[in-house]
């Protein structure tokens, strides 16, 4: 029988490509994708849905990851947060949360937008630096670390939703309510009001659209096996 979604899609490189078709489409691409036009849909989007992905924002809040030797951690381990001074910085105390060893720097825009043209290496002495003035002594230097660069991902274009001065609930509504006839769903933090921003919100509107795919394909009395 014939399905009633078509997915055509290439590789980054343009060298690798193919078509998927199936009964029913879930879209998680994240809201920066979305913008930035890179996918076609045919027939059009709808305009709330045009309208919604036009009125969010997409995030660039940014991690630096940062491993340290259990017996080198300088920090109270008994703090889930730590604050600082620089506006630039926030830390969230990994060891607290059983990632031994682990501490993890927040970094807010506009520094997390390309850090200033700074390598990985040079992010984390900067990060370094900052904690350095905080605890006022010589610190020890992780051994691993990782920089997140979210907004340069051509696959997430950022980090997460947000709403925008004149961006309102509805427009979030609108971003997760079935399109093209009930055959393409849509699912992921920005499509979700208690859970935006956050894993959980992915999730249970994952869960949501796989909900109204079993609905729909019991109304129309599809056989499930």
């Known amino acids: 029988r014939r399905r009633r979604c078509k997915v055509e899609w290439t590789s980054t490189t343009g060298e690798g490509g193919g078509v998927e078709e199936a009964d029913y489409v879930v879209v998680t691409l994240p809201v920066g994708v979305l913008k930035a036009g890179s996918v076609r849909f045919e027939p059009p989007l709808p305009d709330d849905k045009r309208q919604a992905i036009e009125a969010l924002g997409m995030g660039s809040e940014a991690k ?71 605890f006022r002594r010589e610190l020890p230097r992780p051994f691993a670390w990782r920089v997140t660069r979210w907004r340069e991902d051509p ?38 009001i208690e859970g935006a921003q956050c894993v959980h919100g992915a999730y249970s509107s994952g869960r949501a659209a796989a909900d109204l795919i079993l609905e729909d394909l019991l109304r129309r009395r599809v056989p499930l096996l």
Do not use: I
Not at 175 to 189: D, I, N
């Open 64 to 134: 630096v990851v940062m491993r340290f030797r259990v017996r080198e951690m300088f920090w109270p381990l008994d703090q889930p947060f730590l604050q600082s001074l620089d506006p630039r910085f926030r830390f969230l105390n990994g060891h607290y949360y059983h990632k031994y060893g682990t501490l993890v720097a927040h970094v807010s825009p506009p520094f997390s937008e390309g850090y200033d043209g700074k390598r990985d290496e040079e992010v984390v002495d900067e990060v370094l630096g900052v904690l350095k003035g905080m």
């Open 155 to 192: 696959f997430a274009r950022g980090s997460y939703s947000y709403m925008p001065t004149g961006s309102l609930l509805d427009h979030v509504r609108d971003l997760g309510r079935p399109s093209h006839g009930s055959a393409v769903l849509w699912a992921g933090e920005a499509c979700s």
